[in-house]
């Protein structure tokens, strides 16, 4: 074995360590954030019903919280079905 391919084996294995231990920290994040959000919608909930709100006005903000929710759940899965962000390789 010639010392350019040991050379390109060593880095390959460090770019895959590397590109694994990037997507675990990136997905901490998701994570993290999907938590907040759901605390928040919980909070904003508990507010509603405590807060002496019109069924109208209640059933409106739910209406509201449904529809952010649907539109980052859409802007999820479009970030991850758009050519945009694929590489050659996948």
Not at 25 to 47: F, N, S
Not at 54 to 59: G, H, R, Y
Not at 62 to 73: A, F, Q
């Amino acid at each position: 074995m010639d010392v350019e391919n040991v050379a390109y084996m060593h880095v390959e294995v460090e770019v895959e360590a590397l590109a694994r231990q990037t997507v675990a920290e990136v997905l901490g994040v998701v994570r993290g954030l999907d938590e907040e959000c759901a605390r928040l919608v919980a909070e904003i909930r508990a507010a509603v019903r405590s807060g002496g709100v019109l069924a109208k006005e209640a059933a409106a903000v739910d209406k509201y919280v449904e529809g952010v929710s649907d539109w980052l759940s859409g802007n999820l899965r479009w970030h991850r079905l758009t050519k945009r962000y694929k590489t050659r390789t996948n």
